[in-house]
């Protein structure tokens, strides 16, 4: 699979010593001593082989480069002064030139442009699409000319579109994966702006009696000659892996892709010679499953084109989750061994209590990585795609210990305090036992929450006022129902002004119940409230923008998620909402921050990430002086 990608073919006759680590340097590079036919790697293998052998010497050497590699090795062998006697390029014919070349951005919307016009003539494209869709979305056909493509397009930019267009001009079956949630939406957008007939996936529950199967699907479109559009649910990949082979791929897609970030599908194995490498794991179980699986898919034989598709690539704030999404768009591209990539560009290091093996949570060489993804990535920045959207204030509101109210009750036996207490003497005997450190944190998290419950109640009745909709997320389950209930009784309490139905949503809702919710929210003309945790509703739904005020009551721990959160409301369609984020001071709220903000340094080095300009200060506490002090003064007084 790898040596059928786009790459360059380097033939040397003379080596030089500091290019013995250049698959180390450039993960993805293969370097080969050729003695006649046969070829040995560089490295220990072939240091192993001259001493065995030290009358034979190598008549040449061949270096294996993957395209967007090609300028990093090309300056590595400038500074040895070696010059290649044969530089062949391969599987490359055909392609939109790279970034390094002379195309620019309206050259680019100028031939999307056209390729839509050529969609629309031949009966697969609505004229609709031609009239709605935006210069990047065009741009982003053009762009799509390569086998692999990175659409790093912020949340609400509308990339189930692009995508949709970037199909369509390639012949041939396509294989949509996207978050089970997303699923008939993405059929609806299919639907909206094309002529092609999408099957959506769905287990035995879900189907009815008269849902054909998907071998019936696909001999109605080979009878019709027209092209199979699939829509598979990401998450249950793993249980279609071989009826999915059958439709053969043109092009795949990967909605979401930073969920199949976890490069945990490997184990770590100790070589002789007292380094690590990393195999492919043959027994696996949850996510190491769904990893796999992925794997597996994205190098179906039929495949010449994956396109990923995310607004949050680096989703924790570290580039280790890049790897593996990189690998499903290009396999091989950057390298086949997941410790080298670490080497490289997470500053990896042994550590055997990682489930890795190795340290890999560091940032190192983001520039040289940014400019080998440049080949395939297309970023839109937020200004771009958000430029005419109303904007979306962000306003971090540091509540003192004299604005919480009391903590409810942890049960009926204790209060916070006093079970905080009893679990961490059970740690401390328990010898720091994980799962009894994840209960206390959760605990810290519900006695913020409790404590932020009368402010954010009575800002929600505020902003029910003159019709007004709220949107209130927070991290918890729990949290969301507790907060439902009170908030219906606090509106039930109010004046016939800011009476409002109040729906909650959470991971244990049924669809068709959050659909309804969402649905109801975004259709309503008067005040409502929606109380939701931002994971069931982070990604794939559509609806909120219309809130005029949201309160973040919990932070997420990771920044992927914050983004997604905040881009429900960054959405066409849109009015202008008041994001509020509120932080109780002096409990574990102000961990989560430090945590948080720590991790937005790599985003905003490694993408242009608009979207969190200046959030990062204002979690902080940065544009509010008196939190500044306040938080200097609990540093120094530690």
Request: net charge positive; proline share 5%; aromatic share 10%.
């Amino acid at each position: 699979m790898i040596f059928q990608q786009p790459h360059y073919r380097y033939l040397l006759r003379s080596w030089h010593p500091t290019l013995d680590e250049i698959e180390q340097l450039v993960p993805g590079v293969l370097a080969w001593a050729r003695f006649g036919r046969r070829k040995i790697r560089v490295g220990a293998k072939l240091d192993d082989f001259l001493a065995d052998s030290p009358w034979l010497q190598p008549t040449e050497y061949e270096v294996f480069v993957p395209v967007n590699a090609g300028y990093l090795v090309e300056h590595y062998l400038t500074r040895t002064d070696i010059r290649p006697h044969q530089r062949d390029a391969r599987y490359i014919d055909g392609m939109i030139e790279t970034p390094w070349g002379t195309w620019s951005w309206d050259d680019m919307v100028l031939w999307g442009t056209g390729a839509m016009h050529a969609m629309v003539q031949r009966g697969e494209l609505k004229p609709k699409a031609l009239a709605e869709a935006t210069d990047y979305q065009r741009a982003g056909i053009c762009w799509a000319q390569r086998p692999a493509v990175m659409n790093t397009w912020p949340a609400g930019s509308g990339k189930s579109l692009g995508a949709i267009l970037q199909c369509l001009t390639l012949p041939g079956p396509v294989l949509f994966l996207t978050p089970a949630k997303a699923r008939h939406s993405v059929r609806r957008d299919v639907l909206k702006y094309s002529s092609v007939e999408p099957y959506v996936m769905l287990p035995e529950s879900e189907r009815r009696k008269d849902t054909p199967t998907l071998t019936a699907y696909l001999a109605d479109r080979r009878a019709k000659g027209q092209r199979p559009f699939v829509i598979v649910g990401s998450e249950a990949l793993r249980l279609y892996v071989e009826q999915l082979r059958q439709i053969n791929p043109v092009t795949q897609v990967w909605d979401e892709i930073h969920m199949f970030g976890d490069g945990k599908r490997w184990k770590m194995v100790q070589m002789v010679d007292g380094t690590a490498d990393f195999q492919l794991k043959t027994t696996a179980k949850g996510n190491q499953k769904l990893a796999i699986a992925a794997m597996e898919v994205s190098r179906f034989e039929s495949t010449r084109r994956r396109i990923g598709l995310s607004a949050t690539p680096l989703d924790d704030g570290r580039p280790r989750r890049l790897w593996a999404q990189y690998d499903l768009l290009w396999p091989g591209g950057f390298g086949s061994s997941f410790s080298r990539f670490v080497g490289r560009h997470c500053r990896g290091a042994r550590n055997d209590y990682s489930p890795t093996g190795y340290d890999d949570k560091g940032a190192t060489n983001l520039e040289e990585l940014r400019g080998r993804a440049s080949f395939f990535m297309h970023q839109v920045t937020y200004s771009q795609s958000h430029g005419q959207l109303p904007p979306t204030r962000v306003d971090v509101e540091y509540l003192s210990k004299s604005e919480l109210n009391r903590a409810d009750r942890y049960d009926e036996g204790n209060t916070y305090g006093q079970a905080q207490r009893a679990l961490a003497k059970r740690i401390a005997g328990a010898g720091r036992d994980p799962m009894l450190r994840r209960q206390l944190t959760e605990m810290r998290l519900a006695e913020a929450c409790s404590r932020k419950r009368l402010y954010v109640i009575n800002e929600t009745i505020e902003g029910l006022q003159g019709g007004g909709k709220v949107v209130i997320f927070t991290a918890r389950r729990a949290d969301a129902e507790l907060w439902a209930v009170k908030i219906r009784d606090a509106v039930k309490k109010g004046d016939r002004a800011t009476r409002a139905p109040v729906y909650m949503v959470h991971g244990g809702v049924s669809d068709g119940d959050k659909n309804r919710a969402v649905d109801a929210f975004r259709e309503s003309d008067g005040p409502i409230v929606l109380v939701a945790t931002g994971q069931s509703v982070g990604v794939g739904v559509d609806g909120l923008q219309t809130a005029t005020l949201a309160i973040f009551a919990m932070l997420p721990w990771r920044p992927g998620d914050f983004v997604q959160w905040k881009g429900r409301f960054d959405r066409l369609g849109g009015v202008a909402t008041l994001l509020k984020v509120v932080i109780a001071q002096g409990t574990y709220d102000e961990e989560v921050v430090m945590r948080l903000v720590d991790k937005f340094g790599p985003i905003e080095e490694y993408l242009t990430a608009e979207e969190l300009s200046g959030v990062g200060d204002k979690l902080m506490g940065m544009d509010n002086m008196e939190a500044l002090l306040d938080n200097l003064t609990d540093l120094l007084t530690a």
